[in-house]
């Protein structure tokens, strides 16, 4: 028994922005095990990589992580181009992929929480989906998961999602970033994007944009800003923050693992790659 299971590829990231090209080990399976391991929680990642990088998964054991790595012939290999400073304007592209789970990737496992965080519609299947609903367990989501699609030109965009509300009714936790909540509501409105997320099943909503989060829960809105020191690592922003908000959220009330998750936020963005930082530094920027 985990405390919390993130399940998603792995990405092997080119980041291009003003400031220069960056090469990091990224996918939110591998954010959000890192914040959870520096937690102290019983943590496990399940994904898909190639062989060729294996130093993923034993960075993950290092820190204590449990993992449950299915190799395949390539591992997701993204660009991220950002054309500006604004860390909510950017492009993606997909050269290749690491495939799809699959149902037996994750029945034998049991936690208090799983968290579905994929790059794109198609790596995680419904099948696999209606699997962990079935278990005793609370059930978290990236949006980005379903609502990126994959075009012939390789870039990744939001599309529209027909299983949308099949898909949603299944999660107790979802997490979209504010552009990703206009494509999925039509709005851009924080609050009215997240009430409508939330008629379509999710009992809580967290929302990501630029300045910081709102979490909608039972009628409440809860928010917090980020607030970096500088603005550096941009990527992986949004697998952080629901990283941070479903571990924290195992154990304390909406409203303080919105402020939790916006402390954690705030000190990853200032470098690039997964949260490097220690329980005690983040509880320090809590106070």
């Not at 990091?24 to 399976?29: E, I, K, N, P, Q």
């Not at 095990?33 to 993950?60: F, I, Y």
Request: with cysteine; proline share 5%.
């Amino acid at each position: 028994m985990f405390d919390l299971v993130i399940i998603g590829n792995y990405t092997k990231d080119t980041i291009v922005s003003p400031s220069g090209t960056r090469h990091v080990d990224g996918g939110g399976f591998n954010y959000g095990a890192h914040v959870a391991a520096m937690m102290g929680l019983r943590t496990a990642a399940v994904t898909r990589l190639s062989v060729e990088d294996v130093r993923v998964v034993h960075a993950l054991e290092r820190i204590g992580v449990t993992v449950f790595p299915a190799y395949t012939a390539h591992s997701t290999t993204l660009l991220l181009y950002y054309p500006t400073t604004d860390p909510d304007v950017r492009t993606l592209t997909i050269s290749q992929t690491a495939g799809a789970f699959t149902v037996d990737q994750v029945r034998d496992l049991e936690a208090r929480a799983f968290l579905i965080n994929g790059s794109m519609r198609g790596e995680i299947p419904i099948e696999v989906l209606r699997e962990l609903r079935s278990k005793r367990t609370l059930l978290a989501g990236d949006a980005q998961s379903f609502i990126r699609v994959l075009a012939p030109d390789g870039t990744l965009a939001n599309a529209p999602w027909p299983e949308k509300e099949e898909t949603l009714a299944l999660f107790d936790i979802l997490k979209a970033d504010l552009v990703e909540a206009e494509a999925l509501t039509g709005t851009s409105d924080r609050k009215l994007a997240a009430r409508a997320l939330a008629s379509w099943g999710p009992k809580e909503v967290v929302l990501t944009h630029r300045d910081g989060m709102l979490v909608f829960e039972n009628g409440a809105f809860h928010e917090a800003p980020f607030r970096p020191k500088a603005l550096i690592g941009r990527s992986g922003r949004g697998d952080t923050c629901i990283g941070a908000y479903v571990a924290r959220r195992l154990s304390t009330s909406p409203q303080d693992a919105t402020l939790w998750s916006a402390a954690v936020t705030s000190l990853k963005l200032e470098a690039e790659g997964p949260i490097r930082r220690t329980l005690a530094e983040v509880e320090a920027f809590v106070r």
